[in-house]
């Protein structure tokens, strides 16, 4: 009988601690979602960073981020704000979803929608436009969004409805409520409030999009920087003090990041190309900026990410990556599916944490802005050519600028071979699943 009864006990804690093992093995299912950090720059082609090769700005707490995380080699964005954002936050392309300048469509499902189906809170600090104002909903024919209605829990943002200044003097909507700040400096408050609301404390995990007013025109002396011109008049001389503006406000979120009390993914990246009065040195060169323009100039921009749990320092992704695959990637860096997720994205979240292979090898980019002198462009590319929907084919590493199209003549079959994929990727939209 005794025997009966340690054989009962034993079984029994077997079984228990059996049970005990199976419930705490960590499995993807319940791993916990990540905290996410996206700062999005305004205006910044990749010549301008150190990392990239730039040597005309000093941007150190950049140069430590792309020590301590990964630089993003091929990220492309669309050559203008709005276009970008549009793609950026629908994660689908611009013939899809881009109705004009400053409207992002209300009946899409953005960002925020998916990562709140994963459990997120989003909130969004910095620059809005994506509303529009009574000429651009005149223009497109239809209103925009409010943060709110594209799914942001909170917002803190320029230009909602109302222009204003961005710099000096901001005004600001807050949870739908309009202000301007007098004697204040835009930059800071929105830094400064993401910092405080990163400090909060969340019953879930949470999304930051900070939407930068930085480097963007009016080109304005930042205050507090050394060796800043005195001027307050517009003056692409400034340009340099407004890109150590803007790395100084990096700098503040870099360290709240680092003391933040749970797991975070910052993820640094630009909407376009640096305006057209700027011209800096990259690798020897003179680079001017191409914002606005479908080459390489307008939409090759910088992108770093800092994730120590799971992303080795100083390192590389080859990848290439467009703006359409972020949304995906978040879901998988959130242990999330993205099934429900119906655009051309791949993610490239395998590809920064383990050794898989890149997510794709080209992009489909559909650009028609709709709004100044600014022309439309249809084409696909990979890293090394470019084929428009016209039929122009270019050697984009001798040819940045897409100035000498290449006939079919000038080209090896390995040429030809790649010219016959992206033609088939035009026709498909992007699509490639």
């Known amino acids: ?63 430590q981020i792309a020590r301590e995380g990964m630089l993003l080699k ?26 004009g300048f400053g409207i992002l469509d209300t009946t899409f499902k953005t960002m925020p929608d998916y990562l709140k189906e994963a459990g997120y809170h ?27 209605q594209a799914g942001f829990n909170y917002h803190y943002v320029w230009q909602m409805d109302t222009l204003g ?13 309009t202000q301007t700040y007098q004697n204040a400096y835009g930059p800071d408050l929105f830094a400064d409030k993401l910092v405080w609301l990163m400090k909060k404390p969340a019953d879930g995990p949470q999304l930051f999009f900070y939407s930068m007013v930085l480097t963007h025109e009016p080109f304005l002396p930042a205050p507090e920087i050394p060796g800043a011109p005195d001027s307050t008049r517009s003056n692409p001389t400034h340009f340099s003090s407004m890109v150590s503006a803007m790395d100084r406000e990096i700098g503040k979120l870099f360290r709240a990041a680092k003391e933040h009390p749970r797991p975070i993914i910052l993820i640094f990246m630009s909407d376009n190309g640096t305006d057209k009065q700027i011209v800096s040195i990259c690798n020897g060169d003179e680079v001017r900026g191409g914002k606005g ?51 051309p994205g791949h993610s490239f979240w395998p590809g920064l944490t383990s050794q898989s292979p890149p997510a794709r090898d080209a992009i489909y980019v559909a650009y028609d802005p709709k709004w100044g002198p600014w022309e439309a462009a249809t084409y696909a590319q990979d890293k090394i050519w470019k084929l428009t929907r016209d039929g122009s084919f270019y050697h984009l590493p001798t040819d940045p600028e897409e100035l000498a199209p290449l006939a079919d003549s ?24």
Request: hydrophobic share 30%.
């Open 1 to 63: 009988m005794h025997r009966f009864n340690r054989l009962v006990r034993n079984v029994s804690l077997g079984f228990l601690l059996l049970l005990w093992v199976g419930c705490s093995a960590p499995t993807e299912k319940y791993l916990p979602s990540p905290d996410i950090l996206i700062i999005l720059a305004d205006d910044l082609g990749l010549e301008t960073l150190t990392s990239y090769g730039g040597s005309s700005y000093i941007t150190p707490n950049l140069d």
């Open 74 to 99: 091929h990220l492309y964005s669309m050559p203008l704000c709005t276009p970008s954002r549009v793609q950026l936050l629908t994660g689908k392309y611009n013939d899809e979803t881009y109705r």
């Open 122 to 148: 989003s909130s969004i600090v910095g620059k809005w436009q994506l509303y529009g104002n009574s000429y651009q909903r005149k223009l497109a024919g239809q209103g925009g969004s409010t943060p709110p």
């Open 165 to 177: 200044s961005r710099y000096y003097h901001p005004t600001i909507t807050e949870n739908g409520l």
């Open 293 to 343: 323009l479908p080459n390489e100039r307008g939409t090759h921009v910088p992108g770093l990410i800092w994730y120590p749990d799971s992303i080795p320092g100083n390192s590389v992704y080859e990848g290439m990556i467009d703006f359409t695959d972020l949304i995906p990637t978040l879901l998988d860096a959130a242990h999330k599916p993205h099934n429900q997720y119906d655009g």
């Open 410 to 433: 000038m080209l090896d079959a390995t040429a030809l071979e790649r010219k016959a994929y992206l033609q088939t990727l035009i026709a498909n939209r992007g699509y490639q699943r």
